[in-house]
């Protein structure tokens, strides 16, 4: 089966936009609040969720960027993603306050924001205005976008999940060899 096209059957509820399409997608929504977020969103969790549920309350739609398999591979590491780019579109983009999806397939999304020109930038507040990555910051500025930081939920992180499975797997082989009474 053709990823894209089983992407496209189950994108109901959101749009699915391929960057080539971006441009004239933006022209689509002129005069609108636009919010953009971006990331791997790689092993979705509760924080995921509570970022984009607050990101869409600061605008009229909600456009999120979705880091392509081969750039979570050089973020993350080679035992990244866990789930193909069009698998974490379709989980995004299923969700109620998300209006649109692209996957991009650069490390950064400066290429993607150049295109969408947010009038609102979200991240989660695991980042500052001095960590962002210069060169999407400098495109961010160039749009005039706001740049809005949302307070994390506490305890949740991929990284920190997927620590937690590994300690609780590792656990678990070490008990293998332990016979119960």
């Known amino acids: 089966m053709n990823n894209l096209s089983f992407l496209t059957s189950v994108a109901q509820n959101f749009w699915f936009i391929p960057m080539e399409k971006v441009t004239d997608f933006r ?3 002129e005069g609108k609040k636009v919010v953009v977020t971006n990331g791997c969103f790689d092993l979705f969790h509760f924080g995921h969720l509570a970022l984009l549920n607050e990101a869409r309350k600061l605008g009229d739609f909600l456009w999120v960027g979705i880091n392509g398999d081969r750039s979570v591979k050089e ?6 993603p866990f789930f193909s ?3 974490r579109a379709a989980i995004v983009g299923s969700l109620k306050a998300v209006d649109a999806v692209t996957v991009f397939s650069e490390r950064r999304a400066t290429k993607f924001l150049s295109l969408v020109k947010p009038v609102v930038y979200v991240k989660g507040a695991d980042y500052s205005s001095e960590s962002l990555n210069p060169e999407e910051k400098e495109v961010l500025v160039e749009c005039q976008s706001q740049i809005k930081f949302i307070p994390l939920y506490p305890g949740r992180s991929t990284s920190g999940i997927v620590e937690m499975i590994q300690k609780g797997a590792m656990v678990a082989e070490q008990n293998k ?3 119960k009474e």
Do not use: S, V
């Open 27 to 29: 022209q689509f929504l």
């Open 75 to 80: 973020l993350k590491g080679n035992d990244r």
């Open 177 to 179: 060899g332990i016979k």
């Open 85 to 87: 780019a069009w698998e």
